[in-house]
Structures are given as structure tokens and as C-alpha cells.
T-cell receptor
Framework: AQSVAQPEDQVNVAEGNPLTVKCTYS??????LFWYVQYPNRGLQFLLK??????LVKGSYGFEAEFNKSQTSFHLKKPSALVSDSALYFC????????????FGSGTRLLVRP | NAGVTQTPKFRVLKTGQSMTLLCAQD?????MYWYRQDPGMGLRLIHY???????AKGEVPDGYNVSRLKKQNFLLGLESAAPSQTSVYFC?????????????FGPGTRLTVT
């Protein structure tokens, strides 16, 4: 069965330091992977996606993600964290046999301290 | 261009009452979705639609009904609300094209059932 896991409930990082939010997946076939961010009392905002091509994907707000097929991972990264990056981050994977349904991870809360 | 909008933003119901949540999108997207978000569980798909006049069940459809009479609108109904339906509800849409699987989300509706 298709699934996506975010092993960390919360990630704490100091402003200016690099950040990583982890995501692993289990799918049949080639994965389509996504990252979303949710600010308090808001809907989810699309950050970036991997469908094919370069394993390093760049997205909004300076975020990037690295697709690693052998480790079935799609970790979200940013070289220098900002306090304003503090939010809830969701990884998602496209469901096989369907071109439109996504399965979301449980979310990781990122806290960037000044 | 408002994107995806949801009404109402907040609602309190008593057990057994009914209500309808309205989602509207102005991006001419074919696909629309209803999710619920509960702490620690990510987003779970309730129902979805791949086009006007068509709907299908998602992961947690029990207790909900939907209708898509117009392409731009997707309604979620609760016929007899239960406390277990206390949640934040998100609507999303996507255009379904081969390279555009990402979904765009509304701001959410916070529903409390007492």
C-alpha cells in the first residue's frame, strides 16, 4: 500500500542554520512527491514537487528537496532558516493507479528560534 | 483570482444537526477534494470529484455526502453531525494535467460538534 512517513513530530533549529525535514515513502512504481507548508489558521500551500528529472528540486521561499530513490526519501531542506519558516510541513505522495489523489504524512512542526 | 474559497470559516453544531460546507474555485480545475485534518493524523480524504456531476469516496467517507453540480463548486454535507466529526475541513482543487498534480487548498472550515 502507498504510504508516506514523517518520522519527526517537531524540528527545532536556530535562525541562520540549515534545516532538514524528513520524509520517506512507500509506493509502487515511480513516485510523485510533494511538500506543502501550513501556517497557523491557514490552508496548505504548495512548496515543491518531484515528478521526474533532477533529484534536487527547488521550490518556493528558498526551500529545496532531494529525491533519493535508494533510500525512498524526499527530505525538505533550506540552507539558512528564518523565524518566518516556523510552520507545519506536510509531505505527500501520489496514489498509484490514480493521477489525482495524494496521501499526506502526519506533518512535522518546524520551530525556528531567533 | 481568489483561488479556492470555503464558507463558512467557523461553525458550531449540536449532535444530530445538519449542515453544508461550500467550496468554490476559480481556476477552472477539473478535480476537487474534501479533506479533514485532525491533530497528529495529517489530512484524510473524505470525498473527491474528477469532474462536474461525478463524485467518489475517499478514505473516510462515512457520515458525509458531496455534490458537484457545477464545475467550480464542490459541496460537503453532514446529514446528522456527530462529535467525531469535529475537525478542520479543507477543500482543494487540481487541474489534473500530466505535470500538474499539485493541489491548491482553501483556508479551511473549523467545525465543532457538541
Amino acid at each position: 500500500a502507498q504510504s508516506v512517513a514523517q518520522p519527526e513530530d517537531q524540528v527545532n533549529v536556530a535562525e541562520g542554520n540549515p534545516l532538514t525535514v524528513k520524509c520517506t515513502y512507500s509506493v509502487s512504481g515511480n513516485p510523485y512527491l510533494f511538500w506543502y507548508v501550513q501556517y497557523p489558521n491557514r490552508g496548505l500551500q504548495f512548496l515543491l514537487k518531484y515528478i521526474t528529472g533532477d533529484n534536487l528540486v527547488k521550490g518556493s521561499y528558498g526551500f529545496e528537496a532531494e529525491f533519493n530513490k535508494s533510500q525512498t526519501s524526499f527530505h525538505l531542506k533550506k540552507p539558512s532558516a528564518l523565524v518566518s519558516d516556523s510552520a507545519l510541513y506536510f509531505c505527500a505522495v501520489r496514489v498509484r493507479m490514480s493521477s489525482y489523489k495524494l496521501i499526506f504524512g502526519s506533518g512535522t512542526r518546524l520551530l525556528v528560534r531567533p | 483570482n481568489a483561488g479556492v474559497t470555503q464558507t463558512p470559516k467557523f461553525r458550531v453544531l449540536k449532535t444530530g444537526q445538519s449542515m453544508t460546507l461550500l467550496c468554490a474555485q476559480d481556476m477552472n480545475h477539473e478535480y476537487m477534494y474534501w479533506y479533514r485534518q485532525d491533530p497528529g493524523m495529517g489530512l484524510r480524504l473524505i470525498h473527491y470529484s474528477v469532474g462536474e456531476g461525478t463524485t467518489a469516496k475517499g478514505e473516510v467517507p462515512d457520515g458525509y455526502n458531496v455534490s458537484r453540480l457545477k464545475k467550480q463548486n464542490f459541496l460537503l454535507g453532514l446529514e446528522s453531525a456527530a462529535p467525531s466529526q469535529t475537525s478542520v475541513y479543507f477543500c482543494a482543487s487540481s487541474n489534473g494535467r500530466q505535470t500538474s498534480y499539485e493541489q491548491y487548498f482553501g483556508p479551511g472550515t473549523r467545525l465543532t460538534v457538541t
